[in-house]
């Protein structure tokens, strides 16, 4: 269950149990390998929120002096897309020339490259293979060598169209160094970006901005409870897993996935909050819990949410859309993959959640064409999407539990686990719990 981007989750006597074994498991296991903190250990195993947790207190005192200087100089000088440019220009390149050091050049030299051949050659047949091969390859060379992270262009819903001349170098490269959105986005266009310099957004007032916050705040503190008090992700990456039993397994798995997805509501919000602070508005990531989704297709769509609209615009549509979903989505997955990490963990999620995804497609299409009138009919329905929502939930499980945890070498031993005889009791209670949680779904999203 979510409320304003918080988890509650409810657990039943058993999972209380096993959690306690979990527990008790995890403070004898994992003392060596976490720092000690107040109440006990703390869960930084995770690379990314082990940065974004250490580095929170600089980077807040930071972007709060960067959007203190940009709002006064605004204010000040009456600043339109322009003038705001050059100084989220001057403010950006320090923020960035500070990350990256003398790569810095790189960064500059990819983007002047992009702004070329965007510039001079949109009209050509040829322009949209370049440029795509031209940055798949910087993506590829980005992995080899071990290099800085690197953003891509998005849509937002505040999006407005723009004369050819206001596609000026100076706004394209203050939209490409945004400070607030540089590290983590949410993902913007370089239009709804532009148009929000001349006007800043006004669908968040100041007390809608300061609620946004408190909200983030109290976001961090359940993340604060679960990296102190329960270990999931430390389990994940140690060799651990392989001592618990199927049922601790799903529920390290299950603890994971609302881990996973915690911390990227974190550290996406905790960005777009400084970007609304100076009056740029992006598209909210995250904006169902995961809790509250039983289908693949709806899962994606709310996960990465700005990151799924560049999908809809600069890939979906141009290879078919719905016309051609079955086979573009093994495209797109494959292209997701690589865009997070050249590793052959993920390319093995990536076609894993496509194995689960193109089926649930196929009933979808069929169920929607089947339109029934009686009460039984409608009844069966229900029932059979409850089913189908369960098992879909599972299938997610086990593709993130493939493509974070175990590995594709680990596929194995789990299916090995899963179908002997201690196994198929928990796989049946799996399922059972799925479908009785999709029933509560469907009945929150009719009340």
Known sequence: MAYHGVVVTYIDPCGLVVISGLLALSVGSLQQSLPKAIGGLLDLSDAQWRNFYGNLSILSIVLGLFSIGAITLRSQFCLKRRGMSIVWIFISFAYVLYLHGACVAFVLAIASVNFFLAKNYAKSRYYLWVLWIFNVLILIVNRIYEGYSFSSFGYCPQERSLHFQNYSFSTYMAYLLFAPLYIAGPIISFNAFASQLDEPQKNYSLGDVAFYGLRWIVSFILMEIITHFFYYNAFANSDLWRQLSP??????????????????????????????????????????????????????????????????????????????????????????????DLEWKLISWAWLTCLFLVPELVIKSAANSFKSRSVIGKFMLRELSAVAGAITITCLMIANLVGYVIGPSGTKWLISRLVKKDGLPVLGFILFSFYVAVKLMFHYQRC
């Open 247 to 340: 049922l601790e397994i799903f529920f390290v798995g299950y603890g994971v996935i609302n881990f996973v997805w915690l911390k990227f509501l974190l550290i996406w919000r905790y960005f777009r909050f400084w970007s609304l602070v100076v009056g740029v508005e992006t598209i909210e990531n995250m904006p169902k819990c995961i809790n509250n989704c039983c289908s693949l297709e709806t899962f994606w769509k709310s996960w990465h949410a700005s990151f799924n609209k560049w999908i809809v615009r600069y890939m979906y549509i141009p290879l078919g859309g719905s016309q051609k979903k079955l086979l573009s989505v093994w495209i797109i997955f494959t292209f997701v993959a690589i865009w997070h």
